[in-house]
């Protein structure tokens, strides 16, 4: 049995009752309990006299708690004071005062790690990091202490920082020596790596806080290495197994489309339209992903894909995640493509039974050569023809098995999958390092920038005054809210009472009209189709506008509570308005007063106003959430790395991508 996979059981000092407790943190094996690092390190040899604390700088002070006491009132607080031999300072905490307050004992030993203020003539630390030593541990002087995140059942049994950096000291002991490294020598001594063992005791005990994080970096190189390789393999064997459909270059669609349109294709569609070309021809399967900012013409250049295969005998299929988006999808492919002679059908969740039934012959017949739709596509009665071609937009709204089902409706399709959310590059490389990438990095000519706004809730009266002053010529507005119906837990507005506000308020000489999720299907497409005919002025809504709404003679997007949107999702929003001749506004009011809310999202929406760059965005995005959220939801297939970190490693993972394409092209 390799050593990383023995039972947490059999590691010395693990019964029954500890190995529950880890196992409740997934810590199943020896190699989940040497690969649970530590949250960070408390460095003693950085620790200075109370006396000489430098105000203003994070500092590690040793002391005894000499003093505790609640103090109750408006803003309650539990304080204590802390002392050494020079001085004593006061810790204050804001918050879970009265469980600190029975937390803590008038002579129990701590370290206290924070920023160092003064007082009213005192130092301070507010909400300082905290850890209870013994009295033996003030001797250890010139070390590094690793912190562990533990559960209360850990405690329980006995695995506070301190047990726990005892249980995994024994067990470096114990099996350190036999770890086998899974990277292979040559690339360790061309690298410079350290093996894996010695770095993992490293990463545990280090000598120093470079030593932990040159260790740190050891293993995280090892799990973006191993998962690039996999990826690698898996992209030769793609593109090794010629049993795909070759299509031959499109003669008559394609060249009748550019010819039917009233406008010139950007250079940059003109480029991503001839790399699929080039790949559909040959006979291994296409995994391609496009990516293309807000309004940088998607749709156009899969439907260049799309005649491709009809003109080649075959039969081609668009997903959408919302009925919204794949609705439009629908009718502007239906108005370029039944010029040309072509059929395409719109399946979605509910429709007539008959109207359904006749759409499924048509599919499964062929009479049908592009459909559009939702998930309804993938449903079991769906039969194509002859699927030669399966497109997915918005893909990453789709889990794993989502495409792979529409992918299974034909015998061996191409696949293409296109987003509008900008990915950061290492997060392009890990969750589809074995796509084929294509970048729609231009505009189309005339684009005005949209002029972007951060304003406070007092400038709220003035916005709707300006946006009054829109529809007065002509305009159209979008007002965007981040709840459907008011919340007793929230203080912000919904969508339902907002509308109610506006069109009896500031906008009640126009037409105003409300839109959400939760609406019937026909009510929502009623609603967009009244908007886009402009015989709604005002749309007040939830995200649902967030993808894929095209209402060119929309010029103002104003979103309320701001602070509450993540980046991509505030670019997206942003992208509805922008897409016709006229001058765009998007206006952001924050109700953020105070405290971390105020800092990030402040941040955040600086941001929005200092760039229109979708891809800049993103990478910010990554900065503030970290990949596991930054698609406001945890994206399907995101693999789960104990080391490594998506937003910090982007060199490292770059190295890792190189050195396994190296390996599998010697294979």
């Not at 530590?38 to 006299?49: A, G, S, V």
């Amino acid at each position: 049995m390799e050593i990383l996979s023995i039972p947490i059981e059999k590691v010395k000092g693990v019964g029954a009752k500890r190995a529950s407790a880890l196992k409740d943190v997934e810590i199943l094996t020896l190699g989940d309990l040497l690969y649970y690092l530590p949250r960070r390190y408390l460095d003693r040899t950085q620790i200075l006299p109370m006396a000489r604390a430098p105000i203003g700088q994070e500092v590690t002070l040793i002391g005894e708690v000499r003093q505790t006491r609640f103090i109750p009132g408006s803003r309650p607080r539990f304080v204590m004071v802390v002392a050494d031999e020079t001085d004593d300072i006061t810790c204050t905490f804001f918050q879970g005062g009265r469980y600190l307050q029975r937390n803590f004992a008038v002579g129990d030993e701590l370290a206290i790690s924070g920023k160092v203020d003064l007082f009213q003539g005192r130092r301070q630390m507010v909400h300082p990091e905290y850890e209870f030593i013994r009295g033996e541990e003030r001797l250890h002087t010139g070390v590094v202490v690793p912190l562990y995140t533990t559960s209360a059942d850990m405690k329980e049994r006995g695995l506070r920082s301190r047990g726990f950096r005892r249980l995994i000291s024994e067990a470096l002991d114990a099996f350190a020596e036999r770890i086998e490294d899974d990277l292979p020598a040559a690339l360790r001594q061309r690298l410079g790596l350290a093996e894996l063992g010695a770095s993992l005791r490293q990463v545990h005990f280090p000598a120093s806080l470079a030593e932990a994080e040159r260790a740190r970096q050891r293993l995280a190189f090892g799990e973006l290495f191993a998962f690039q390789l996999r990826l690698a393999r898996r992209r030769k064997k793609n593109r090794e197994q010629a049993d795909g459909i070759a299509f031959a270059p499109s003669e008559k669609l394609v060249p009748a489309l550019w010819d039917s349109l009233p406008f010139a294709p950007t250079r940059a569609q003109l480029r991503v339209v001839a790399e699929i070309a080039a790949q559909m021809q040959r006979p291994q399967v296409m995994n391609r992903l496009v990516q293309g900012d807000v309004g940088s013409g998607k749709t156009l250049v899969g439907l260049c894909a799309m005649l491709t295969a009809v003109e080649n005998g075959y039969q081609a299929a668009m997903m959408a995640p919302t009925e919204i988006l794949a609705e439009q999808h629908f009718f502007n492919i239906q108005a370029l493509v039944e010029p040309l002679g072509l059929t395409v059908v719109f399946l979605k969740g509910a429709q007539r039974k008959a109207l359904r039934e006749e759409l499924l012959t048509a599919i499964e017949s062929g009479v049908a050569h592009i459909a559009v739709g939702t998930h309804a596509l993938i449903q079991e009665q769906v039969q194509f023809a002859r699927l030669g071609l399966a497109v997915i937009d918005e893909q990453h709204r789709f889990g794993v098995v989502q495409r792979g089902a529409l992918y299974k409706k034909g015998a061996k399709p191409d696949l293409l999958v296109m987003t509008a959310t900008p990915i950061p590059r290492t997060l392009a490389l890990t969750l589809y390092g074995e796509l084929d990438v294509s970048i729609i990095d231009e505009l189309p000519p005339g684009r005005k920038p949209i002029r972007t706004a951060l304003r406070g809730e007092d400038r709220r009266a003035a916005i709707f005054e300006f946006a009054g002053d829109q529809v007065r010529q002509g305009r159209q507005v979008y007002v965007v809210y981040p709840l459907i119906e008011e919340s007793e837990k929230a203080d912000y507005k919904s969508a339902v009472e907002a509308y109610d506000e506006l069109r009896h308020g500031p906008l009640a000489e126009f037409a105003v009209a409300l839109l959400h999720g939760r609406m019937a299907a026909e009510e929502k497409a009623a609603v967009m189709e009244d908007f886009k005919q402009n015989r709604i002025q005002v749309l007040v809504c939830t995200t649902v506008v967030e993808v894929g709404v095209d209402v060119p003679n929309a010029t103002v997007m104003i979103i309320e509570h701001a602070e509450r949107f993540g980046l991509a999702q505030l670019h997206q929003l942003r992208g509805r308005v922008g897409r016709g001749g006229e001058q765009s506004f998007c206006i952001l009011i924050s109700y953020a007063h105070a405290g971390a809310e105020l800092a990030d999202s402040h941040e955040r929406l600086q941001t929005m106003e200092r760039t229109q760059d979708g891809f800049e965005i993103a990478e910010k995005d990554l900065q503030l959430r970290g990949p596991g959220e930054f698609f406001g939801v945890r994206q399907a297939g995101m693999p789960t790395f104990k080391a490594a970190d998506l937003v910090a490693d982007g060199a490292l993972l770059q190295s890792a991508r190189e050195e396994a394409m190296r390996i599998v092209d010697s294979e």
